[in-house]
């Protein structure tokens, strides 16, 4: 049971740039986000899926595009990078019934240059 | 979801008790208190939630006032391993889809 696991750790971008970062998750978890964290500020949802099939947007939605084909996966994909997409991801999920509390993987490093 | 207010940040030493307040007076009556850590660098933890009893785990214990308008995370013996930025989020339990509202969360330094 490896939990939340998000690929690459760290990346290095150049502006305009498209890049795709990969969560998976084993725990059969239905729902599945991704938040985006500045330099000492807290998370910010990015967007968020329910289930297979189902995504919808967060607080912070633009210049990323997501996708769930499969329970287990949720990448998120950068369209056209940006400096100001230069940021601490991270992958989460839940399972809800009886529950939601939200596990977390150890982050994704991008840099926009 | 109801806003939080938590200091930006505490002390405190080694082996005490860390007591970490929350204010959340605009709760209604489906949220639920959560408790998350941020150790630097990495992902969010979970901690501890609870609706209106006082609630503890191995980790910590949580108390919410009569009025569930305040609330406060204990962690009974602080260790330096307990730095970390701490995250008090109000969230309805059923319906919730996953989705957290961070505020800036208390900065606790434990110091030996």
């Known amino acids: 049971n490896a939990g939340v696991t998000q690929t690459p750790k760290f990346q290095v971008l150049k502006t305009g740039q498209s890049m795709t970062l990969q969560c998976a998750q084993d725990m059969n978890h239905e729902y599945m986000s991704w938040y985006r964290q500045d330099p000492g500020m807290g998370l910010r949802l990015i967007h968020y899926s329910v289930g297979a099939g189902i995504t919808d947007q967060g607080e912070v939605p633009n210049g990323y595009n997501v996708s769930r084909s499969t329970t287990e996966d949720f990448p998120l994909r950068l369209l056209s990078a940006a400096p100001s997409q230069t940021s601490v991801y991270f992958c989460a999920s839940s399972y809800t019934r009886g529950g939601n509390t939200i596990y977390f993987g150890e982050g994704s490093w991008l840099t926009v240059v | 979801d109801a806003k939080t207010t938590q200091p930006p940040s505490m002390d405190c030493a080694e082996g005490r008790a860390a007591n970490l307040p929350c204010n959340h007076s605009t709760i209604s009556g489906n949220e639920y208190v959560y408790w998350y850590r941020q150790i630097h660098s990495q992902g969010p933890q979970y901690i501890i939630h609870?609706?209106?009893n006082n609630e503890t785990n191995e980790m910590a214990s949580l108390i919410i006032t009569e009025d569930r308008k305040s609330s406060t995370l204990i962690l009974p013996h602080a260790t330096l391993r307990d730095t970390a930025v701490y995250y008090c989020?109000?969230?309805?339990?059923?319906?919730?889809?996953?989705?957290?509202?961070f505020g800036q969360g208390t900065t606790l330094q434990v110091k030996p």
């Open positions: 989020i109000v969230t309805p339990q059923t319906g919730n889809t996953g989705k957290l509202i």
């Open positions: 609870g609706l209106k």
